[in-house]
């Protein structure tokens, strides 16, 4: 006892002192940012007026992106389209300003990251208004999907980045072993990353936290329909950055089309990508050309499982927060809804009841639970996909229905709607959705589950309920996908430890964890002698220039004394090394 006596008062004392430093508050400056402009009844005159955006493309001939509300197509202003020669000269300015930041400590950047957060707790309500104006969710959705994740994302950086961020120790093997070995994560140079409009928060605060904080500049092209709010929040970013001492143009926002993000994938260090198939494989196809390594995460059409065991009531009210948030505001929405025979009349009629329920509106104007869908014509998209289960025998049971709306802006809404007799013949089981439709089709057996799952050339995240977690588990286990939730939806994105990314059209690559924190580095492995200058590396007689005529009867002695399989043929072949080099050492001996 007197021996650990002295240990555990030292480990307790230590524990106390942590304890309390954790009491003391940070020195966190207040930043002031001007919002004048985006708030509610701010709106200059030339900017009042109701938008009818031109349909298809046409939008894209013009040098500016023009920007409105889709929960009442009112005018939100414009901004310019920028050409490939103006987005090249804000890459290099982003490249002058990554060389100082790459010197700069991590207390500057910890310090950069909590002035953000205290910006985004005393300013959620103008934040989430500003998203909601911008692409037509509720506050609520904008709550959970941009400040609850962004705030969790921060905190994890400020408590773990700068661990995975120094050099890490590896074993150096049998053959190095009197070296030291290490990997070391150095800045990669200039990211790009191009954002799609769903959580236009979220989509620029989650990779210019990695960027910046692993010592990279980064240049953001914001999507075309979410301009508007994209540029605001950058605001929030330049007053911390410049709160701190940062360089200017460490972190820019560019907008424009896809001229401006051709021109951004040609001339950065890494490119990520949020966004569609068929846009992530253009930029692969432009990446090639510098090869760039590239994050693609491409959407997906997650399957919602249900077993007979599982609480109705309960996973029903999860189910149908998963289908609106999908209205046109979540990145993973559960799309397929596969659940177990011997519940899936209850589990319907309790969807349906919920459905009911549901209010649709403008989601400023009063209380709502869901609101518009951001993109133009896409409510046109979504009634064709229905139309296309309903001819091949699907029926609807429940539609939602509206609020109030206002006469230019009837088709930025879309009904929650739910399906049944539905099967993967249908474009419904097989296409992102992006949108309020709960398709519900039975299953018998939970192989048959995993293979209706599987089936879908997405493979991003999937969600399994049982009343047996080890059940769920194993389903999950079988899926085929990058995120998967047990007796849960959506949970892994609040994990911000955890990596996030997907398999098949669902892309590749990850952000988010350890793994989209390093994907921001140059991973360096360095190997130097443990004991220099007393120990190192001699390449051995036998086998140094020109090579002794037993060189490769030692070097098969020296490979089966370091990975033979049992402790004989290791001492024989200890005994043949030393024999040939004693050998060797006679022959030099005598030549002399």
């Avoid at 987005?87 to 300003?97: E, G, L």
Wanted: proline share 5%.
């Amino acid at each position: 006892m007197a021996f650990w006596w002295p240990l555990i008062v030292a480990a307790s004392a230590y524990a106390i002192c942590r304890f309390l430093l954790m009491l003391i508050p940070f020195n966190v400056p207040s930043i002031d940012v001007d919002a004048s402009d985006v708030t509610e009844g701010n709106q200059t005159q030339e900017n009042s007026f109701i938008y009818i955006p031109p349909r298809g493309r046409a939008q894209q001939s013009d040098k500016k992106v023009q920007c409105y509300e889709p929960a009442t197509m009112k005018y939100l202003g414009f901004f310019p389209a920028l050409s490939p020669a103006e987005v090249h000269d804000r890459v290099a300015q982003a490249r002058k300003a990554q060389k100082i930041w790459a010197e700069s400590s991590f207390k500057q950047r910890r310090q950069f990251l909590r002035i953000l957060l205290k910006y985004i707790i005393e300013h959620q309500e103008l934040i989430c208004e500003v998203s909601s104006r911008d692409t037509g969710k509720t506050m609520v959705d904008a709550s959970l999907g941009e400040i609850m994740t962004t705030c969790e994302k921060i905190t994890w950086l400020l408590s773990e980045g700068e661990k995975w961020l120094k050099p890490e120790y590896r074993c150096s093997g049998r053959a190095m072993f009197y070296k030291k070995s290490r990997v070391e994560f150095h800045p990669l140079g200039v990211i790009g990353a191009i954002v799609s409009w769903n959580y236009p928060f979220h989509n620029i605060f989650n990779p210019m936290l990695a960027a910046v904080f692993s010592g990279n500049s980064i240049v953001i092209k914001v999507s075309e329909n979410a301009s508007w709010s994209g540029l605001f929040y950058f605001r929030i970013i330049q007053a911390a950055l410049a709160a701190v001492g940062a360089p200017e143009n460490l972190v820019d926002v560019i907008t424009g089309f896809a001229e401006t993000g051709e021109a951004l994938v040609s001339s950065v260090d890494k490119i990520i990508f949020v966004g569609s198939p068929g846009v992530g494989k253009m930029i692969m196809r432009n990446a090639s050309d510098t090869l760039i390594p590239v994050t693609l995460e491409l959407g997906g059409k997650d399957p919602f499982i249900v077993c007979e065991d599982a609480d109705v009531s309960h996973v029903a009210q999860i189910a149908v927060r998963a289908v609106l948030q999908s209205s046109g505001q979540n990145c993973a929405g559960a799309e397929r809804f596969y659940v177990h025979r011997d519940i899936y009349s209850s589990f319907v009629t309790e969807v349906t009841k919920i459905v009911k329920s549901v209010s649709v509106g403008p989601p400023l104007a009063g209380r709502c639970d869901m609101g518009a869908i951001c993109l133009q014509e896409h409510s046109d998209k979504l009634q064709i996909l229905v139309n296309d289960a309903l001819e091949k025998g699907a029926e609807i049971v429940v539609r939602g229905s509206f609020g109030h709306l206002g006469e230019g802006a009837v088709d930025q809404f879309y009904p929650p709607t739910v399906l049944v007799n539905v099967d993967h013949t249908m474009k419904l089981m097989q296409e992102e959705t992006f949108g309020p439709i709960m398709p519900i089709m039975k299953f018998s057996t939970d192989d048959e589950a995993v293979k209706l799952a599987n089936d879908s050339r997405y493979g991003l995240g999937c969600a399994v309920f049982s009343g047996s977690q080890r059940r769920a588990r194993e389903i999950a286990s079988q899926i085929h996908c990058g995120v998967a939730a047990v007796n849960d939806f959506a949970s892994n994105y609040m994990c911000q430890s955890l990596p996030f990314g997907g398999v098949k059209d669902s892309g590749f690559g990850r952000f988010a964890g350890v793994e989209g924190l390093r994907a921001c580095c140059l991973v360096k492995s360095v190997v130097e002698d443990r004991l220099w200058p007393y120990i190192i590396t001699k390449i051995p007689k036998p086998i140094q220039y020109p090579v002794g005529e037993n060189g490769f009867e030692f070097q098969q002695s020296l490979v089966e004394l370091l990975y033979g399989l049992n402790i004989r043929d290791k001492l024989r072949a200890l005994v043949n090394v030393l024999k040939i080099l004693s050998e060797q050492n006679s022959s030099n001996s005598k030549s002399r």
